[in-house]
């Protein structure tokens, strides 16, 4: 039991942990305003003169070549959330309500996948899309993205407490079929858990530099993550990139919250629907 004394303690834990996680983003907000004399003599988190001249010379390096990996970065993350979410819900539907020998076999092994680092499987991966002619091309990014045992995870453990049984049960005996019974009932009362998978995976894929990194040789294709690393490799020689790079991250990060922000709504639906039903 917590006595007076001590129950600051877990406010004060959360608060670190917060200015842990908050002091670096806005390092990067403050830094991205400095131009390249401001960035390197000084070190404070004041605001600088430059974030309009960074921001033009970001958008003019090589013809705009960054605005091309953000939108490789968005057609990555996009497409591979998108079909990785409705595998997620299809096959997370299948395990939870049907059953089938094997089911629990295959599951042990889909929480095996969740527990293993992705670093052990790009170099398996690169060597499978080199011997299928697909290296260095968007398909060798876009189709390891697609399967994620974490979405499957989830979307089988939403769909076993979202969906009643008695209600799959009804849909059957009024004579629903099975696609039409996951279109139609199963899928509506799982697109909260479907958003949380497809959050999940477009942040996955959009801050993943270790597979794309591996994958692609052309720079052109490079994701936002990769095509950065680059521009600072390349600031050791040219340290006037270095305020590229960061004006570059900041703006990286901009998409992420913009669909954090208008997707929430889906979960703030669930949390209402629950509380009515109960």
Same mark, same amino acid.
């Given at each position: 039991m917590r006595t007076k004394s001590t129950r600051w303690i877990p406010t004060?834990?959360?608060?670190?942990?917060?200015?842990?996680?908050?002091?670096?983003?806005?390092?990067?907000?403050?830094?991205?305003?400095?131009?390249g004399q401001e960035l390197f003599t000084t070190f404070t988190f004041a605001p600088g003169s430059g974030f309009l001249d960074n921001l033009s010379e970001l958008s003019a390096y090589r013809d705009g070549v960054?605005?091309?990996?953000?939108?490789?970065?968005?057609?990555?993350?996009?497409?591979?959330?998108?079909l990785s979410a409705a595998l997620s819900g299809v096959t997370g539907y299948a395990l939870a309500k049907y059953r089938f020998r094997g089911r629990?076999?295959?599951?042990?092994i889909l929480l095996a996948g969740v527990l293993m680092p992705p670093i052990t499987l790009a170099i398996p991966q690169y060597l499978l899309m080199a011997e299928a002619g697909l290296a260095d091309s968007y398909w060798s990014v876009l189709l390891p993205s697609i399967l994620s045992p974490y979405g499957i995870y989830l979307a089988r453990i939403y769909a076993a407490a979202a969906? !009643?049984?008695? %209600?799959?049960?009804?849909?059957? #005996?009024?004579?629903?079929?099975?696609?039409?019974?996951?279109?139609?009932?199963? =899928? !509506?009362?799982? %697109?909260?858990?479907?958003?949380? #998978?497809?959050l999940f995976q477009f942040v996955?894929?959009?801050?993943?530099?270790? =597979? !794309?990194?591996i994958m692609l040789g052309d720079d052109s294709k490079f994701p936002v993550t990769v095509g950065l690393y680059s521009l600072l490799q390349q600031g050791a020689n040219a340290p006037?990139?270095?305020t590229l790079v960061i004006t570059g991250a900041l703006l990286s990060i901009v998409p992420l919250i913009a669909l954090f922000l208008g997707l929430q709504r889906y979960w703030r639906i669930d949390l209402l629907s629950g509380a009515v039903k109960s």
């Open positions: 004060l834990i959360l608060l670190l942990g917060a200015v842990y996680c908050l002091v670096p983003i806005i390092w990067v907000v403050m830094a991205s305003t400095k131009n960054y605005w091309r990996w953000m939108l490789n970065s968005a057609l990555y993350a996009g497409f591979g959330a998108l629990n076999a295959l599951f042990s969906i !009643p049984d008695e %209600v799959v049960e009804a849909a059957r #005996v009024d004579g629903a079929r099975e696609f039409r019974l996951f279109r139609s009932v199963a =899928l !509506p009362m799982m %697109v909260p858990g479907l958003v949380t #998978v497809f996955a894929i959009w801050n993943n530099f270790l =597979l !794309p990194y006037a990139l270095y």
